[in-house]
């Protein structure tokens, strides 16, 4: 089975625009999209070859972004994230920056800039321990 990338935003454009340049890129990757905070956590509890992630933290309301990021930790701990937003003010980088989210993109981006973002998280993933093997059996473990 070929690895998964959730696309997580609210904006059924910015879905089909990330999930379309995926489709033409040389990833060899599916991409699943969530446009609800609701459906992103199912997706990542039901998809376990989920690779990597590309979700909106502001989802949710605005203030309650490090909640939702953590329940996306909670729900998929070992999955890389790109982190959306329209605008990172510093309070947010900084509560951001303690849950491990360190790759950030700024709307509107560029699909090569996300493209290349998302081939090194996915480099990284295949260098990291507990990464399945060819059969996909073995656990995720958190970084």
Known sequence: MPKQI?????????????????????????????????KTLDALREYPD??????DCR????????????????????????????????????RLDRLGCTVRLQKPFSLDTLLDLIRTGLAKDQEAPGHPGPQGTSPRTPR
Do not use: H, N, Y
């Not at 989920?50 to 979700?55: D, E, G, N, W």
């Open 50 to 55: 989920i690779r990597l992630a590309v979700v």
């Open 59 to 94: 989802m949710l309301r605005s203030g309650s972004e490090e909640g939702f990021i953590r329940m996306v930790r909670e729900a998929a701990p070992g999955v890389p994230l790109i982190v959306t937003a329209t605008l990172f003010l510093d309070d947010l980088e900084e």
């Open 6 to 38: 959730l696309i997580a935003d609210t904006q059924e454009t910015v879905c089909w625009a990330v999930s379309q340049a995926i489709r033409e890129s040389d990833l060899g990757v599916k991409e699943i999209t969530a446009l609800t905070p609701e």
